[in-house]
């Protein structure tokens, strides 16, 4: 069964993200190290939270891998990726990890 890990950057009144390293720079890392063992990679960019509400992420990075040994795999290269964190954000990423479902 395909397996999801998501990356969730919340916004708080003291939070930094660079979106353009993050863009540029991190997700480069993430092709590298991470994209290998996935089935696909998506990012969204936070921009509003409904009508005349702010966005509460600044982004929300979703992975899908085939199951839980691709995944397993992943987190085994991912090194590189995550030590690079601090230089786009000083947000504590939550993480969701799931079934797919559909």
Sequence with gaps: MPVSLQVIYPVSAESRFDHGYYAATHMALVDEYIAPHTQSIIVTKGLTGGPDVPAPFHAVAT??????AALDAAMQAAGPALADIPNFTNVQPQILIGDVVR
């Design 63 to 68: 992975m899908v891998f085939a199951d839980q």
